[in-house]
């Protein structure tokens, strides 16, 4: 997949220069003097173990020296001038902290990426399934954004971090990925920040990528899904503990447990 992703995005490159960093968090399939061979203008960087996501990518950013960072898993494959269009799309809103781009599975369906930040009420409502059963209501669809159709160009909370592109001037002012959120809500993290210091994160459909999805994660897939329940935890201890009134804080983490222990997303 990282092949075929390095492969788009020199086939689709943006009408720029441009960097194209690739860090490998220790993985047993990779060879790096090979890659390295086939893609000369690519700068890898292997780690001896698996740093996580999060400082991963905070290895990237702090390599490169552009205006603009775009966040790109290896599961995805760039389609004809969506880079070019994301940072027109970025230098015509210069308020913008990221923009995440419309996502498609290789058969054609939209890929649902964006999400509201998980407040007290969406989380409660997706936990017992009323997002679900009421996919349409944008109270109880707030978390997963249900209603969206992906064909506006509109503010939201937090785009899927599988392709997101960052404002260089926003990691000057908040920094980079709180490495205490390893895999998970990282960019969650990163953009409720940015919020909180003012600026704006976007989704644009005007900018379409290829997404095939789990390329990694789901060679683990119960390990990742204990630790997204975790990762939740960690972002309500940061930023919801101390404006909450108790017993609805300890009421979403006993949910988030029961839904970790039950299987649930």
């Known amino acids: 997949m990282l092949e075929t992703c390095l492969e788009s995005i020199y086939r689709n490159p943006p009408a720029f220069n441009f960097e194209v960093v690739v860090v490998d968090n220790a993985s047993s399939d990779f060879n790096p003097k090979e890659m390295a061979e086939k893609f000369k203008q690519t700068v890898f960087i292997v780690n001896s173990e698996n740093l996580g996501y999060a400082e991963g990518n905070n290895q990237a950013i702090k390599a490169v020296s552009g205006d603009y960072v775009l966040l790109l898993n290896p599961d995805t494959e760039v389609k004809n001038d969506a880079l070019t269009v994301l940072v027109e ?52 669809g707030a978390y997963r954004m249900t209603w969206f159709d992906y064909n506006e160009e509109v503010s939201v909370d937090q785009p899927m971090g599988s392709c997101l592109i960052l404002n260089r001037k926003t990691i000057n002012e908040i920094g980079v990925f709180d490495q205490d959120f390893p895999i998970f809500f990282n960019e969650v993290d990163w953009c409720y920040r940015a919020k909180q210091a ?68």
Not at 115 to 136: D, I, K, M, T
Not at 232 to 259: D, E, G, T
Request: net charge positive; aromatic share 12%; with cysteine.
């Open 89 to 140: 799309f970025m230098e015509a809103h210069p308020e913008a902290a990221a923009a995440g781009c419309r996502l498609v599975r290789p058969d054609g369906t939209i890929d649902r990426s964006c999400r509201g930040f998980p407040e007290p009420g969406p989380v409660a409502a997706e936990f017992f399934g009323l997002s679900r059963l009421f996919p349409n209501s944008r109270k109880l």
């Open 198 to 265: 003012r600026w704006q994160i976007y989704f644009t459909p005007s900018a379409e990528i290829i997404h095939h999805g789990g390329g990694s994660t789901k060679q683990v897939r119960r390990e990742m899904r204990r630790e997204s329940h975790r990762s939740l935890i960690r972002f309500y201890r940061k930023h919801y503990k101390k404006r909450l009134f108790p017993p609805v804080y300890w009421f979403i983490i006993a949910s988030i447990k029961v839904s970790e222990v039950l299987g649930g997303r």
